[in-house]
C-alpha cells in the first residue's frame, strides 16, 4: 500500500471522500479540480481530516498543459478519475457540454499517463450504463442501454478505457459503476455541497430540511413500484471511497481491466428515503408530486458480489446512516437559508 494518487475532482463529493480514505490508507493524494462543482474551502478540511497539506493543481481535466505540467512536477503513481459532469436532466438539455467534459477529459488525462508512463486508473463510472435493467439486482454482465447523455458518456469512456487496456497490456484499469452515493463523512467536516442548485436526492432534502427550499419534488409517482417512486441503490459515501482504496490495492497486484459494481445490493424507494431524512432531522418535510424526468428509470440496485469477493469490500453503512451523516454535515457546515 502507498504511492502517490492524482484524483481528478478531488475537491468535490466523490473525490473529496476518496482523498480521505486514501489519506488513511497511507497513500498520498494531489487534488485537482477546476471547482465547476466543488469549493476550495474544502482544502483546509481535507487537511484536518488527512493530517497533511494535500498538493492543489487548480485546472480542468482538459487542459492539456496543466495534465503534463502536473505529472512531470510529481511523480504519480496512480490516478482516480473522479471529475465529470453528473447531472442527468442537465445532461439531457446539453448533450455537447457533457460529451466534451466527459468524454474529452478522459480522453486527455489517459493520453498525459501514457506521456508519463502511468498505467493504473481507476474511473468513476455509473450505474447509468446498464439503462432500465431487465431484472434487479443488476450484475456486471447485464445488458448495457444507457437511457440519458450522462450515461452514454460513462459507456463510451468505459469502451475507450477497455480498448486501451486490450492495445497494451501494461494498463492498470478498475471501471467502478457507483449506483447512488448519498451521505456525508461521520465527522461532519465533509460531504456534499453542489455549487448549482442540487440535483441528487438527499442533498435536496438536506434543503428542505434547513429551509432554503419549500419542498421536495418526487419526480414521478406513477413508476411500476411498491409506492409508485423511483427505487435506487443508495450507498453511503465512506463505503463507496473505502472501495477504491480495495480497487486499487487489487490493481497493484493484477493488470488488465475490472469491471464492478459498487451498491450495498439493495434498493430504496424516493418516499423510503425522504422518511429516513426525516428520523434525522426530527422534523416533517414538505413534498409535492412532479412529472417524469427524461433519462430516468423505475428501479435499478446493484449486485455487489463481485466487488465483494474480489476486493474482499463490503458495504456495511445502511439508510438511516446515510441521513444521518447527511444532516450532521448539514448542521456543522451552517449551509443554512
Same mark, same amino acid.
Given at each position: 500500500?502507498?504511492?502517490? &494518487?492524482?484524483?481528478?475532482?478531488?475537491?468535490?463529493?466523490?473525490?473529496?471522500?476518496?482523498?480521505?480514505?486514501?489519506?488513511?490508507?497511507?497513500?498520498?493524494? !494531489?487534488?485537482?479540480?477546476? #471547482?465547476?462543482?466543488?469549493?476550495?474551502?474544502?482544502?483546509?478540511?481535507?487537511?484536518?481530516?488527512?493530517?497533511?497539506?494535500?498538493?492543489?493543481?487548480?485546472?480542468?481535466?482538459? $487542459?492539456?498543459?496543466?495534465?503534463?505540467?502536473?505529472?512531470?512536477?510529481?511523480?504519480?503513481?496512480?490516478?482516480?478519475?473522479?471529475?465529470?459532469?453528473?447531472? &442527468?436532466?442537465?445532461?439531457?438539455?446539453?448533450?455537447?457540454?457533457?460529451?466534451?467534459?466527459?468524454?474529452?477529459?478522459?480522453?486527455?488525462?489517459?493520453?498525459?499517463?501514457?506521456?508519463?508512463?502511468?498505467?493504473?486508473?481507476? #474511473?468513476?463510472?455509473?450505474?447509468?450504463?446498464?439503462?432500465?435493467?431487465?431484472?434487479?439486482?443488476?450484475?456486471?454482465?447485464?445488458?448495457?442501454?444507457?437511457?440519458?447523455?450522462?450515461?452514454?458518456?460513462?459507456?463510451?469512456?468505459?469502451?475507450?478505457?477497455?480498448?486501451?487496456?486490450?492495445?497494451?497490456?501494461?494498463?492498470? !484499469?478498475?471501471?467502478?459503476?457507483? #449506483?447512488?452515493?448519498?451521505?456525508?463523512?461521520?465527522?461532519?467536516?465533509?460531504?456534499?455541497?453542489?455549487?448549482?442548485?442540487?440535483?441528487?436526492?438527499?442533498?435536496?432534502?438536506?434543503?428542505?430540511?434547513?429551509?432554503?427550499?419549500?419542498?421536495?419534488?418526487?419526480?414521478?409517482? $406513477?413508476?411500476?413500484?411498491?409506492?409508485?417512486?423511483?427505487? *435506487?441503490?443508495?450507498?453511503?459515501?465512506? $463505503?463507496?471511497?473505502?472501495?477504491?482504496?480495495?480497487?486499487?490495492?487489487?490493481?497493484?497486484?493484477?493488470?488488465?481491466?475490472?469491471?464492478?459494481?459498487?451498491?450495498?445490493? *439493495?434498493?430504496?424507494?424516493?418516499?423510503?428515503?425522504?422518511?429516513? #431524512?426525516?428520523?434525522?432531522?426530527?422534523?416533517?418535510?414538505?413534498?409535492?408530486?412532479?412529472?417524469?424526468?427524461?433519462? $430516468?428509470?423505475?428501479?435499478?440496485?446493484?449486485?455487489?458480489?463481485?466487488?465483494?469477493?474480489?476486493?474482499?469490500?463490503?458495504?456495511?453503512?445502511?439508510?438511516?446512516? !446515510?441521513?444521518?451523516?447527511?444532516?450532521?454535515?448539514?448542521?456543522?457546515?451552517?449551509?443554512?437559508?
Amino acid at each position: 500500500m502507498g504511492g502517490t &494518487v492524482l484524483v481528478t475532482g478531488g475537491a468535490g463529493y466523490v473525490g473529496s471522500h476518496v482523498v480521505v480514505a486514501l489519506a488513511r490508507a497511507g497513500y498520498a493524494p !494531489i487534488v485537482l479540480d477546476n #471547482f465547476a462543482n466543488s469549493s476550495a474551502t474544502v482544502l483546509p478540511r481535507l487537511k484536518h481530516l488527512t493530517g497533511a497539506e494535500l498538493p492543489l493543481i487548480a485546472a480542468d481535466v482538459r $487542459d492539456r498543459a496543466a495534465l503534463a505540467h502536473t505529472f512531470s512536477t510529481h511523480a504519480i503513481d496512480a490516478v482516480v478519475h473522479c471529475a465529470g459532469l453528473k447531472a &442527468v436532466g442537465e445532461g439531457e438539455a446539453q448533450p455537447l457540454a457533457y460529451y466534451d467534459n466527459n468524454v474529452g477529459g478522459s480522453i486527455a488525462l489517459a493520453q498525459a499517463m501514457i506521456a508519463a508512463g502511468v498505467n493504473t486508473l481507476i #474511473f468513476s463510472s455509473s450505474a447509468t450504463v446498464y439503462g432500465q435493467p431487465e431484472r434487479n439486482p443488476v450484475p456486471e454482465d447485464a445488458p448495457l442501454r444507457p437511457a440519458s447523455v450522462y450515461g452514454r458518456t460513462k459507456r463510451a469512456v468505459e469502451l475507450i478505457l477497455e480498448d486501451l487496456a486490450a492495445a497494451d497490456a501494461s494498463w492498470r !484499469i478498475g471501471l467502478l459503476r457507483y #449506483f447512488n452515493p448519498a451521505g456525508a463523512d461521520a465527522s461532519g467536516e465533509i460531504g456534499e455541497a453542489p455549487t448549482n442548485v442540487p440535483n441528487n436526492l438527499v442533498p435536496i432534502l438536506a434543503d428542505v430540511a434547513a429551509g432554503r427550499r419549500p419542498c421536495v419534488d418526487v419526480f414521478g409517482d $406513477d413508476y411500476p413500484t411498491a409506492d409508485g417512486t423511483g427505487v *435506487r441503490d443508495y450507498i453511503h459515501i465512506t $463505503d463507496l471511497a473505502a472501495g477504491h482504496v480495495a480497487a486499487l490495492a487489487h490493481l497493484a497486484r493484477q493488470s488488465g481491466v475490472i469491471t464492478l459494481n459498487l451498491g450495498i445490493g *439493495r434498493g430504496c424507494s424516493v418516499l423510503e428515503v425522504i422518511a429516513a #431524512f426525516e428520523r434525522a432531522c426530527g422534523k416533517p418535510l414538505a413534498r409535492r408530486a412532479a412529472p417524469r424526468r427524461p433519462g $430516468d428509470i423505475a428501479i435499478c440496485c446493484a449486485d455487489p458480489a463481485r466487488a465483494n469477493a474480489l476486493l474482499g469490500w463490503r458495504a456495511g453503512l445502511d439508510l438511516d446512516a !446515510i441521513c444521518a451523516d447527511a444532516w450532521r454535515w448539514q448542521v456543522n457546515s451552517g449551509r443554512r437559508a
